[in-house]
């Protein structure tokens, strides 16, 4: 079985650009998050969705951060004008059932500078 | 902070020794997940316990969940250079969300 795709591993960007993250979850995975990693952190949830809708979006910094679950498959993370700060791992992470284990993906770095 | 807390930070052991890491929470759980995750990588579910069950194993894993005193352990015996990593406990507090909040992590590095 496919684990969870992410892409790009890696970005550098300089603040005030844009930057997009992409997810592809397990096949037949209903629940699709994103997390936020800064360096020696545990996770911060950004966004849940359960198939195409949005479940939990309370702590995503929405003026500047955007995400999208496009007919209950594939994930976009997008970061819009990104800041100093936004520098981390980005983890997308599926679920087959709603309270169960969470399969990650590698996660896509971010620096800005 | 719904969070808790984990402790200790970090921990270094040799191999052969068992590690111990704890994870406190704040309000009630509907379960309470444990992850591994090692340098770079992402991050690997270990065990998954609910709130009415107390104890649980997985090969060298075993985790307690002690409700009354709002707070899990996760034991490693007869560790492996291999287990160096960060663990860290997620906790489930169902609702309408059922979001996972995971804490900051122990770092455990055991020297061969």
């Known amino acids: 079985e496919a684990g969870v795709a992410q892409s790009p591993r890696y970005k550098i960007i300089e603040k005030r650009q844009s930057v997009a993250f992409w997810c592809n979850p397990i096949?037949?995975?209903?629940?699709l998050y994103w997390y936020q990693q800064i360096l020696g952190q545990g996770p911060k949830l950004l966004i849940q969705f359960q198939n195409n809708g949005v479940v939990d979006d309370s702590q995503l910094p929405k003026d500047r951060f955007s995400a999208e679950r496009l007919k209950g498959v594939d994930s976009t993370l997008k970061i819009q004008p990104a800041k100093l700060e936004d520098s981390a791992v980005y983890l997308c992470a599926s679920s087959p059932h709603y309270t169960g284990e969470l399969f990650f993906g590698e996660g896509s770095r971010l620096t800005v500078l | 902070s719904q969070q808790g807390e984990e402790d200790p930070q970090a921990l270094s052991i040799q191999e052969g020794e068992n590690a111990t890491m704890n994870c406190s929470y704040k309000?009630?759980?509907?379960?309470l997940q444990w992850y591994r995750q090692n340098s770079g990588r992402g991050l690997v579910h270990l065990i998954l316990i609910r709130s009415n069950e107390r104890e649980k194993h997985s090969g060298r894993l075993r985790v307690t969940l002690d409700t009354s005193k709002k707070s899990s352990s996760l034991l490693i015996t007869a560790s492996r250079a291999a287990d160096t990593a960060s663990y860290f406990c997620?906790?489930?507090?169902?609702?309408?969300?059922?979001?996972?909040?995971f804490g900051t992590g122990t770092l455990l590095a055991v020297q061969p």
């Open positions: 309000t009630s759980i509907n379960n």
């Open positions: 096949s037949g995975h209903a629940t």
């Open positions: 997620a906790r489930n507090y169902g609702g309408a969300t059922n979001k996972l909040i």
